[in-house]
Nanobody
Framework: QVQLVESGGGLVQPGGSLRLSCAAS???????MGWYRQAPGKQRELVAR???????NYADSVKGRFTISRDNAKKAVYLQMNSLKPEDTAVYYC????????WGQGTQVTVSS
């Protein structure tokens, strides 16, 4: 198992950008890494995922705006978020999956003018 710590959330105006980071306590080479989000009153949903061989997939709502990447040497995964919308407001969670699920504590992203 790995412990995950997210950072980079905050308040941003519509149309702005944020870069989320997720730092792992150990090697993530074999893990599929993902970013999920949960808005108030809604279920947690997948935002983006990147496999151990860097195949990515995205929720339709973020395609073309968000980019997930990973740096195994730094034991980190990132989410670059551009053209942010108010509906992107949520707590964003990092996830590592290989035989079991590992979750971070989440970081708040608020998109508002």
């Amino acid at each position: 198992q790995v412990q995950l710590v997210e950072s980079g959330g905050g308040l941003v105006q519509p149309g702005g950008s944020l870069r989320l980071s997720c730092a792992a306590s150990g090697s993530i080479d074999i893990y599929t890494m993902g970013w999920y989000r949960q808005a108030p009153g809604k279920q947690r949903e997948l935002v983006a995922r990147i496999t151990s061989n860097s195949i990515t997939n995205y929720a339709d709502s973020v395609k073309g705006r968000f980019t997930i990447s990973r740096d195994n040497a730094k034991k980190a995964v990132y989410l670059q978020m551009n053209s942010l919308k108010p509906e992107d407001t949520a707590v964003y969670y990092c996830n590592a999956r290989w035989r079991s699920e590992n979750w971070g504590q989440g970081t708040q992203v608020t998109v508002s003018s």
